[in-house]
């Protein structure tokens, strides 16, 4: 049998992650679960318990901090472990604010139509993020983002650090062309396994390097033959890259609710992100009665 791999980066036990885990828990699906390090008192034996179809594996969790090479690491991780483990079919990339908007059935058909093409998103054509390759990010846990604050010492610091080596001509990374999309992927078991045989390059190209989880798939696959296989070649952003539904222009992303039900479920998406209980309860269940009919 041909198989999925789910493979999900969680920071918390919520309502969300128990209907996601429902929703994914399928004899065709393993379901990998990162589980960011700094979480004290995760109920993993409540996890395996909502799982009784799929099989749910435990990856060793790294402390994830925002904008820094640890999202890189807790992706490298999951993949290093799905690839060991068999071959899979694809490989999902979704985080634990996520819901299917399709069922199981109806996503194994879509990309039984569709294999061979790999799901990632381009932002644009022209890469326009210079600053974030060719300097030395240092300290990278301790400049996490803040929001509606002013910024931290470590902050400053990187800035002052950054401003420092523009003055000095610090160009890392020159000779490598890159491009940004979006992290989160669905991909083939050969990609998969190439980004796996990448990861010393990986690490000596992104280690230091700001936001780069937003960068190093996407580089990855233009300097390789895999740029051939993209399912939406077209680096304009369009969420049918990806078939995600993530709304960036009402929030960072928005958080869906009840009243978005009929959007969500005539989009054509097959995933969607973000859901919270505390947000929208009803919209979570609308969502997994949806999927489970």
């Known amino acids: 049998m041909r198989k999925f791999a789910y493979l999900l980066i969680v920071h918390e036990y919520t309502y969300v992650l128990e209907i996601l885990l429902k929703c994914l828990d399928d004899e065709r699906n393993d379901i990998f679960l990162h589980i960011d390090r700094k979480t004290k008192q995760f109920p993993v034996e409540k996890c395996k318990k909502l799982v009784t179809r799929s099989n749910l594996i435990i990856v060793p969790g790294v402390s994830v901090f925002w904008g820094g090479y640890s999202q890189i690491e807790a992706e490298m991780l999951l993949l290093e472990t799905a690839v060991r483990k068999q071959h899979y079919q694809y490989y999902h990339l979704l985080s634990g604010s996520d819901l299917p908007l399709a069922s199981q059935n109806n996503i194994h058909s879509f990309f039984d139509e569709n294999e061979g093409k790999e799901f990632i998103r381009f932002q644009e054509a022209e890469f326009k993020y210079a600053d974030r390759i060719k300097y030395y990010y240092f300290g990278q846990k301790f400049n996490a983002r803040r929001k509606n604050k002013p910024a931290g010492l470590a902050e400053k610091i990187v800035k002052v ?32 396994r190439y980004i796996v045989s990448k990861r010393d390059w990986v690490k000596s190209v992104f280690k230091y390097t700001f936001c780069a989880d937003e960068l190093f798939l996407q580089t990855i696959l233009i300097n390789s033959k895999f740029i051939d296989n993209l399912y939406h070649p077209v680096f304009d952003n369009d969420k049918k890259a990806i078939m995600r539904y993530i709304d960036w222009e009402r929030g960072n992303p928005y958080t869906f609710r009840k009243e978005d039900f009929d959007d969500l479920i005539h989009s054509g998406m097959l995933f969607a992100r973000k859901f919270s209980e505390n947000t929208d309860k009803d919209i979570v269940d609308l969502i997994y009665h949806h999927v489970n009919v």
């Not at 990374?173 to 083939?188: A, E, H, L, Y």
Request: charged letters at 20%.
């Open 161 to 192: 650090s950054c401003a420092f080596q523009r003055i000095i001509g610090v160009d890392r990374n020159k000779n490598i062309s890159f491009q940004k999309g979006t992290n989160w992927f669905s991909i083939t078991d050969e990609f998969a």
